[in-house]
């Protein structure tokens, strides 16, 4: 067994080592600049796109509208990686590791935007009538790559068993007993059953409990963030330029090939975010849209949402604190509650706790579509409710595992998903730009005609 764990820690070392990292942010700093800046242009559009209800498209083929799709999205990348993952960058790598986070994002949205865009173009209608797409069919169709496609299919399929379920509940579990001294067997029956009663309903079900969950679960948690910010504001000019000074610093990398400020700040903002995986655009296929491009721009307002947002609420959190210091990986999950508390006393800990709750249960229903979208790639419509069942199961078990290998192999295989997909971004690069001058002329009539309304009333 241990031969077998430590194989398992040199791949996965392998799979997110340097290398990886590099593909991850240089693809998204290539797709930003062949699409001209694209999240730096779009981004308000996009966000009325995304949240107003007069922008959402009822009438357009798909299965969930928008703003649906975007937070079925949200529902898998929201989750303990914005709470405990942002807590190990900073632990690892220091303050700095909250800038590389940031320009992670930033450069993430391009990429998540691409995804989107080729996730919609390439979709198919399955045999029911409902949406599928995703890296698997953007390789196979547009690239022509079967055997690849059916690698991203596998890996996607087994990862949201791992990332997506068993870890999440896991997390929820020890932080519930912690907090509330409750049997963590007994919160995994419970999640297991709010699961099925979600998942079973397939697509639709989980876009309309992700659009009354994610929304409440962010606010709640932001809210929580933005008073300690706010009623401490003394400290947050010190924390912004103790950010970014620490990420210039040696320690970040700068004359090494990759420091620990650089690694965690992006390795964490990926595992956040997920822009590159491949994961979001399986959810974008779904969305109702008259265009690729305009499912891109809704998509690429999820990394920001995630990182930009959420991500920096916890990251000021902590570095306002101030209690890293000293604190090795293994504390780093319970630094979030700590920092928290000291800011609200009696308080902070419970509002990380609840946060954290509903964090990890959105990202097991966003993953579940995930992996059965990948499931049903490889074995058709047959494989679906056996799918389900089975991760329903997985939602229960995972709650009283001790999951240190678990942890290992899922983030392997979740970062297995990204070659094939970040492959399939750079070789239809053409592909998206196409997309998106097409619809960039689609805008400009769109913007000439609501001028012309204007004047005429």
């Known amino acids: 067994m241990e031969v077998f764990t430590n194989l398992i820690s040199s791949v996965n070392s392998f799979v997110w080592g340097p290398w990886m990292l590099t593909l991850l942010v240089g693809t998204g700093i290539f797709l930003t600049f062949r699409l001209g800046l694209v999240q730096f242009r779009q981004l308000g559009y996009a966000l009325k796109l995304a949240f107003s209800p007069s922008n959402q498209d009822y009438s357009s083929k798909g299965d969930i509208s ?8 949200l529902a898998a990348t929201i989750g303990t990686g914005n709470i405990v993952g942002v807590a190990t960058a900073v632990v690892l790598g220091g303050p700095g590791a909250v800038f590389w986070m940031w320009v992670t994002a930033v450069f993430g949205m391009a990429t998540k935007y691409g995804e989107a865009v080729l996730s919609i173009k390439y979709r198919i209608t399955d045999e029911k009538g409902e949406m599928a797409g995703g890296p698997m069919y953007y390789i196979e169709r547009g690239l022509g790559w079967k055997w690849l496609a059916v690698l991203f299919a596998i890996f996607g399929s087994v990862a949201a068993f791992g990332i997506g379920n068993l870890v999440q509940v896991n997390s929820v579990a020890g932080a519930v007993h912690d907090t509330f001294g409750v049997n963590p067997w007994v919160t995994g029956a419970i999640v297991g059953i709010f699961t099925a009663l979600v998942i079973l309903g397939g697509v639709k079900s989980i876009g309309r409990a992700t659009g009354v969950i994610v929304p409440i679960m962010a606010v ?7 008073y300690i910010i706010i009623s401490n504001l003394n400290l947050l000019p010190q924390a912004f330029a103790l950010i970014c000074t ?3 610093t040696a320690k970040a990398g700068f004359g090494a090939l990759l420091g620990s400020t650089i690694r965690y700040g992006v390795a964490r903002g990926v595992f956040s975010n997920e822009a590159g995986l491949g994961s979001a655009p399986i959810a974008a296929a779904a969305a109702k849209t008259d265009h690729s491009g305009r499912q891109g721009l809704v998509s690429m307002t999820g990394t920001f949402l995630d990182t930009i947002v959420v991500c920096s609420i916890t990251g000021l959190s902590l570095v306002m604190a101030n209690l890293y210091s000293g604190i ?3 504390q780093a999950a319970a630094l979030t509650s700590r920092s928290f508390e000291l800011f609200i ?3 902070g800990g419970l509002i990380v706790t609840i946060a954290l709750i509903f964090f990890a249960y959105s990202t097991v229903l966003g993953w579940s579509y995930y992996g059965e979208k990948c499931f049903y790639y490889l074995v058709g419509q047959k494989g679906i409710l056996p799918y389900r069942l089975v991760f329903c199961i997985c939602a229960f078990i995972g709650a009283g595992l001790k999951l240190g290998l678990v942890w290992d192999i899922a983030d392997t295989f979740n970062g297995a998903m990204a070659i094939p997909n970040l492959i399939a971004l750079l070789a239809l690069s053409g592909v998206i730009a196409a997309e998106t001058k097409d619809f960039n002329g689609i805008r400009i009539k769109e913007k000439a005609a609501n001028k012309v309304l204007r004047q005429a009333s």
């Not at 709640?220 to 933005?226: N, R, S, V, W």
Request: overall charge negative.
């Open 66 to 73: 928008h703003f649906q799709a975007l937070m079925t999205a």
């Open 220 to 226: 709640f948690y932001i809210l929580g963030g933005l």
């Open 246 to 248: 620490e990420a210039f």
């Open 328 to 330: 090795d990986k293994a």
């Open 345 to 347: 006393p009696h308080a």
